[in-house]
């Protein structure tokens, strides 16, 4: 036959024979670019992806974008300290180098090894964040009742941050660098002490922050310092107790008595103060890191218990899907909701942080990702490429997750993104319920102040944070339906 | 039919099993236990004539607080089972079910200070013919006050004396025996003899005797109360079918501690707020999504399509929290538009009003209690039933879109059939099969929004009832409100099979 | 080369068939005059993000009563899109009749098939001109059972109480060889094996008694004996039921065994059309020649099988068609136009299905020499059941 044409014009009408030489489509870029591009021709779905980089970047950089703690501060003996620097937490440190070094790898040098750079960045980003909280954990620990007593000797020494980081780091590290997926052992080197560099450093950075933090600083201007804000300048575990719900645009000044030349006279509260008197604005804020991690650790342990659970039960059958498919059918028949509500119950109060409530929330919603993985197993497992590849003596864990999960993970993938927006709506209702983490903010805690016992009811606490969650919920729902469109064949084009 | 009927309800069983067992381990793998949380609240300290205490004596009663978490679960399980084994429980004129009283904990290393430990004694049984009802109770109550009181002491004298094994364990040099917080191996002192040379031995032989003073104290409360017990001066619980080894009875949930009444008087006007929330619910739901479904699919790209689907997702995305607490901030409170009541499923003087509305003396309109009951409803029920909206029209639209490609369809155009009767005889008929399976998804979505509908606006259903238990430390009603819902859930399943064998004679006919 | 078993010995096929039907529903045919006539068609198809698919490009075909016309071709050539237009089976938005006319012998006189209104079609439809398909898995509604299938076809054309509809089903699966129609009515389809199935779709598409049945690959879904069977059925009705019969296929063993007239399609296009002796003795055109020669012989002992591209890639085999030297090529897509091309400036004004032998229709490039000798378009009423030379008796049997 002769060899296809491309360089002539697309004719208007094409016989069957044309579509064969190759006139008249487009070629395919490969299945998940091609559903990429699919979601970015959707116009709801490229505004749901801007909300969450929107969100993405405020929970990245929002203790440094809202804080009660001034940015410098200069006593009126001319001493000048960064209370707000000082005040970050080893997760705020390593958040803001995630924050900083993603958008350099991907901006600097040559498009060409992009995706190879990123990769790698994100392989060392990963350890290291697991090394950071890791390490928080450890120091959380030190300011407990029992402290464990082989971590006591870096409490009170300089280098102790660093130490404890750097050790983690490289213990997390060297985990991962065994791992196969990897490429190189010189890429997976540099990555691991890029990780221990990033890890130590915010452990140390953050190590000495006290736990309970203190906001003089009204009285300390009042005495003549001189003190320069970030942009929203109240943190959200700042609360002014006479403040109670006040609405928006109040300022700080008359309620608080302070002379109209006091420089904190204007600072106002933009979204209003919550039940506690603490900063709406500034909570909203902070909770977008609770809301993307919720999404990301959440889904991501939900996504790991399902897909293997859910790979077993359609792989192996028989009595092994009897008895695990019960599991799964137990867990369903309770709503999630209970479960969690009563799980996040019997956590006494110093346990309910992020990290639990993330991994209790993983740990109970995994049922969906399992039925869909083990449908496409069972169906998987019959089909002759994985028979052959059982034929030739391939091992289990290679048939599993290099030749079948590939082909099966479609709907899991389509599903991730509405299990995040569930999740993100769980936990919204988990905090409004006053069961939610304790030490962070969190949007479904302040819709909690919005009706007061006797049945006030005070707008801004209900509305601004609920277009916060219903926008991001909306964006996370968006996503998933054009990349669902553009996975499902069946709705893909009109049959010929 | 049948068969496949029965398959599903045995089936139902170990489900259930399971569901109980995983509840159980989440309440009980809370640090500490069941019985943390109540010592938590009281900072600790044990005093035999607190309300603590005595929760804690009920607890250990009922579960054994000392044993492993899974000997819990079984004495948990047995209570709430239908089918009960072992000779009969009774049941007080006020509700409370009793039980033939648990042995007294043994004292550790009675050889150390004892001859040999005190038997059971022999009781003699009281005259209980001619003692009246409150007699009775109030003898029973006696007794019972005896045997916790004896319990707790035995058990507070036991932990004195293994504080004191510890201390004498530290003097002595044996650091084998003690573990590393602090507590003593008893095993490991089981073959040794006591040094009576010790300073410590002293006091650990006095807190022995102590021991055994509390134990023969226990043992003779717990001789006496189960004399009584045996003479059966309460009704039985339940029906004997096998006296003395099989009896079936209504699931045994506790008592709650809040409200000191048992579990089983509040959890049945709490499922029936909340079935008939959700009752009334779902046809608005099924009404209004699945015409709207196969609208959407048969214009399909249209700007009706298009608009459903976008108000549907938008819909979708709104959490019931937020719908809740908006709805009651500007509909129902008097500050906005205060069209609707702002609290609970009836007026204040809802019992007193007649049924239906109608004009009362006087020329005044009375809404009537069905009114008043809707008007209350109206909110919450709104609240919801948008979401199941979203994901039932959602579907239908996608199994309409799906069966119109299906060959059959194909055959039915090619005899003649009109485009009409192709949509409703033929492709919605194989539709309405997916939509009883996303039923099964829909509704605990529905029981879980109830949570919070109810606790937005004080609605007394089981939803609130959770919260409240939550609130106040009450394990018993958790662990049975959460039972309870499974069970809900796994009977809308059922009918849901049901529901499905009939809709698709695939299934039932195979 | 493939042997033609004496296709009216009728085998006994695993049912009994029974005695034909004693009502008529339909008026009686003229078996002279041809009951389809497929005039110029073309269809093609909206195809989003690029330029509309043609389907068909300029069909002709006529069907008699009582014959067998087979359409053979490759997968993606057309075939299904000409038997479904006839029906209006195609959907219309993507789809479009481009031109050409459909002609067929309703009760009502000859009437066009491409301008008829969805109510006139649908009238049509099941009662005159009925189909069946490939996948008999999947053609029946899973939720009914087949008595009422079939009832509904009936019902929808017949002015008939139920009882008398439920009598006509019953009759209907008798006559297919479905045993027990009386208990199988209340039956659901997933409970018949896949011949069955098929037997229940043919008694519903015959329940009507149409004149005409469009069968769209109605057993290659189903094994070989099967297969031998549902043919045979088909073949007895037909005997029976004056129906015309256009078979769909892409097997050539089945075209041998059953088809009175075969029209071969590529592209789009007709390239060959002729009786089936004609055709599997005399093949004019290089790509059925390379259909036929691509079939394995088990008598022969070969080193490499024949494939079709060896005949079409071989230039020579295009000059091989009588009226070579007078210029006369066979169409073929892959090929330029021939330099004497005397193309009409209208849609598929290159090709034309020119009768280069009698009774022997191929598809050629409008060269000069074609244009100026267009011959008539293909036209044959020939039956094997009436050809004595070939063991048939004249006559109706």
């Known amino acids: 036959m002769p060899p296809s044409s491309t360089n002539q014009p697309v004719p208007a009408v094409v016989t069957g024979v044309q579509l064969m030489q190759g006139i008249g489509h487009a070629p395919a870029k490969g299945f998940w670019a091609d559903a990429w591009s699919s979601v970015l021709k959707r116009p709801g779905a490229v505004a749901g992806l801007c909300w969450i980089t929107v969100v993405a970047f405020f929970a990245i950089f929002s203790p440094v974008l809202a804080s009660g703690h001034p940015i410098m501060l200069t006593t009126p003996e001319g001493r000048t300290t960064w209370p707000m620097l000082a005040a970050l937490t080893a997760v705020d440190w390593y958040l803001l180098a995630v924050g900083l070094s993603v958008p350099a790898a991907y901006f600097a040098g040559p498009a060409a090894g992009r995706a190879a750079r990123i990769r790698w960045l994100l392989g060392g980003l990963v350890v290291a964040g697991i090394s950071v909280v890791i390490a928080s954990l450890l120091r959380g620990s030190l300011d407990s009742r029992t402290p464990p007593a082989w971590l ?54 953050g190590w000495d922050r006290p736990s309970i933090e203190r906001f003089d600083y009204v009285r300390q201007e009042a005495a003549g310092a001189k003190a320069s804000y970030s942009v929203v300048p109240f943190s959200p575990s700042q609360r002014f107790s006479e403040l109670s719900r006040v609405a928006p645009g109040t300022q700080l000044g008359p309620s ?41 650790v959440s889904t991501g342990i939900a996504l790991l218990i399902g897909v293997t659970l859910g790979a077993i039960m359609g792989y192996f059958g028989g009595w092994v899907d009897l008895l695990l498919y019960r599991v ?30 993330m991994a209790i929330i993983g740990c109970f919603t995994w049922t969906g990702m399992a039925r869909f993985t083990r449908a496409e197993f069972l169906k998987l497992r019959n089909q002759d490429f994985v028979q052959s590849a059982r034929s030739v003596g391939l091992p289990l864990r290679s048939v599993l997750f290099k030749h079948m999960l590939p082909n099966g993970v479609a709907p899991v993938l389509v599903d991730t993104s509405f299990a995040i927006a569930s999740a993100i709506t769980v936990e919204a209702v988990l905090s409004y319920l006053n069961l939610g983490p304790i030490d962070q903010a969190s949007w479904g805690k302040l819709l909690a102040s919005a009706v007061s016992s006797e049945g006030e009811f005070k707008w801004w606490l209900a509305v601004f944070p609920g277009i916060a969650i219903f926008l991001t919920v909306l964006s996370y729902n968006l996503v998933g339906e054009a990349l669902r469109d553009a996975i499902d064949p069946k709705l893909k084009k009109a049959r010929v | 039919m049948t068969t496949y009927l029965l398959r599903r309800l045995l089936l139902m069983i170990p489900t259930l099993i399971g569901i109980t067992f995983l509840v159980f381990m989440i309440v009980a793998s809370a640090p500490g236990g069941i019985g943390a949380a109540v010592l938590a609240q009281a900072g600790g300290a044990m005093t035999a004539n607190s309300g603590v205490a005595q929760q804690r004596a009920y607890l250990e009663d009922r579960y054994g607080l000392s044993d492993p978490v899974i000997f819990q679960y079984f004495r948990w399980l047995g209570r709430i089972s239908p089918v009960k084994l072992g000779s009969q429980a009774q049941q007080l004129p006020s509700g409370e079910v009793i039980r033939t009283p648990r042995p007294i904990p043994q004292p550790p290393l009675a050889t150390w200070y004892s001859q040999g430990l005190p038997t059971l004694p022999k009781v003699e049984a009281a005259a209980i013919k001619d003692l009246s009802e409150e007699d009775r109770v109030r003898m029973y109550r006696r007794l019972e006050r005896q045997y916790i009181e004896g319990r707790f002491n035995t058990v507070a004298r036991i932990t004195e004396f ?22 003593p191996i008893v095993e490991f002192f089981q073959n040794l003899q006591p040094d009576r040379s010790s300073t410590e031995w002293v006091v650990l032989e006095a807190k022995g005797k102590a021991v055994l003073e509390a134990y023969t104290a226990g043992l003779a409360a717990q001789a006496e109360l189960a004399g009584f017990f045996d003479q059966r001066p309460f009704e039985g619980y339940g029906v004997a079918l096998l006296p003395g080894v099989l009896s079936i009875a209504w699931p045994d949930f506790g008592t709650a501690f809040s409200s000191g009444r048992p579990v089983m008087d509040l959890i049945p006007p709490a499922m029936a707020t909340t079935l008939t929330l959700n009752l009334v619910a779902i046809p608005i739901i099924y009404m209004v999504a699945i015409p709207s479904g196969i609208l959407a699919a048969v214009r399909r790209g249209s700007l009706f399509d298009v608009g459903i689907g976008s108000v549907y997702i938008a819909l ?35 019992s007193q009003m007649r049924f239906l509305p109608a004009y009362g003396e006087g020329g005044q309109w009375e809404r009537g209690w069905l009114v008043d009951m809707l008007w209350h409803m109206g909110l919450p029920v709104m609240c919801l039933v948008y979401t199941g909206f979203a994901v039932l029209s959602k579907q239908t639209r996608a199994a309409m879109l799906e069966n119109f490609n299906a060959d059959y369809v194909r055959t039915a155009k090619a005899k003649g059939v009109s485009n009409k009767d192709v949509i409703f005889k033929h492709v919605f008929r194989n539709s309405l099969i997916p939509l009883i399976t996303i039923f099964v998804t829909v509704f605990p979505g529905m029981l879980a929004g109830s949570v919070v509908v109810e606790r ?35 009977v809308a399943l059922l009918v849901a099979d049901i529901l499905y064998a009939l809709a698709d004679p695939r299934v039932a006919y195979s | 080369m493939t042997t033609l078993a004496a296709a009216n010995t009728p085998s006994a096929p695993n049912g009994s068939v029974a005695a034909p039907a004693s009502r ?57 899109v000409t038997a479904m237009s006839t029906l209006h089976l195609v959907p219309r938005p993507p789809g479009r009749f481009d031109r050409g006319r459909i002609l067929f012998q309703s009760d009502a006189g000859e009437r066009d098939l491409v301008t008829l209104s969805e109510p006139e079609i649908r009238s049509l439809r099941g009662n005159e001109i009925a189909m069946i398909f490939q996948e008999p898995m999947t053609s029946l509604n899973p939720v009914y059972t087949i008595g009422d299938q079939i009832i509904e076809a009936i019902l929808l054309h017949q002015k008939v109480s139920f009882s008398e509809a439920q009598q006509i089903a019953v009759q209907s699966m008798r006559e297919v060889g479905i045993p027990n129609p009386e208990q199988r009515l209340k039956a659901y389809p997933h409970q018949f094996s896949g011949g069955m199935r098929q037997r229940v779709m043919i008694a519903m598409a015959l329940a009507c008694q149409p004149k005409l049945l469009l069968a769209d690959e109605p057993t290659t879904a189903l094994d070989v004996t099967i297969q031998a069977q549902i043919l045979e059925l088909l073949r007895e009705i037909q005997r029976q039921r004056q129906m015309g019969i256009m078979l769909i296929t892409h097997a050539l063993g089945v075209v041998a065994e059953n088809a009175d007239v075969v029209c071969v399609m590529y592209a789009g296009r007709v390239v060959e059309y002729a009786n089936v002796f004609d055709l599997f003795d005399r093949p004019m055109h290089p790509y059925t020649r390379g259909l036929l020669a691509s079939i394995p012989k088990t008598r022969e002992k070969i080193d490499r099988l024949v494939t079709i591209r060896e005949v ?56 000069k020499a074609v244009a100026d000798h267009e011959s008539r378009p293909p036209d044959l009423d020939y039956r094997i059941s009436d050809d004595p030379s070939r063991g048939g008796v004249a006559g109706r049997v």
């Not at chain 2, 094994?165 to 025996?177: D, H, I, K, M, Q």
């Not at chain 3, 210029?327 to 005397?342: F, S």
């Open chain 2, 316 to 350: 979708y995305s709104f959490p019931v929290v937020l719908a809740g607490v908006l709805a009651i901030g500007f509909l129902a409170n008097q500050q906005y538009l205060g069209w609707f009541p702002v609290a609970g499923l009836h007026a204040n003087e809802a």
């Open chain 1, 152 to 205: 006591l000797p870096t409490r009170n020494s300089e280098v102790g941050g660093l130490m404890v980081g750097g050790a983690v780091a490289v213990l997390v590290g060297g985990v991962f660098a065994a791992l196969p997926f990897a490429s190189k052992l010189v890429r997976r080197l540099t990555a691991v002490v890029f990780a221990v560099v990033v890890a130590a450093g915010a452990v140390h950075l």
């Open chain 3, 24 to 80: 008529k529903v339909h008026k009686s045919l003229d078996e002279k005059k041809p009951l389809l006539r497929v005039q110029d068609l073309a269809v093609s198809f909206d195809n989003r993000g690029g330029p509309r698919i043609q389907a068909v490009d300029g069909v002709r075909m006529t069907i008699y009563p009582r014959q067998t016309l087979a359409v053979v071709g490759e997968s993606g050539c057309g075939k299904s």
């Open chain 1, 328 to 357: 799964v059918e137990i867990f369903m028949a309770v709503p999630v909701l209970f479960l969690l509500i009563v799980a996040a119950a019997v956590l006494p109060p110093e346990l309910r942080t992020t990290y639990t409530m």
């Open chain 3, 312 to 367: 079409v890639d071989n230039d020579a085999e295009f000059r091989k068609l009588p009226g070579a030297e007078q210029g006369v090529r066979p169409w073929w897509p892959w090929h330029q136009p021939p330099a004497d091309l005397a193309a009409r400036p209208e849609p598929a004004g290159d090709y034309f299905l020119q009768e280069v032998r009698p009774n022997h229709w191929v598809g050629v490039w409008r060269t």
């Open chain 2, 456 to 490: 937005i606006f004080t609605i007394p259903g089981m939803g609130s009832l959770m919260i409240e238990a939550i609130n106040n430390r009450d394990f018993e009603v958790i662990l049975a409100n959460t039972v309870m819902i499974a069970v809900v859930n796994l």
């Open chain 2, 162 to 183: 293994r504080s004191q094994l510890t201390v004498y364990a530290r003097e002595r040099g044996l650091e084998a025996g003690v573990n590393p917080d602090g507590t």
């Open chain 1, 256 to 296: 608080q008595n302070l002379p109209a030349e006091h420089p904190a006279h204007d600072r106002s509260f933009v979204l209003g103060t919550d039940a506690f008197g603490a900063d709406v604005l500034s909570q909203m804020l902070h909770a977008c890191r609770l809301s993307i991690s919720i999404g990301l």
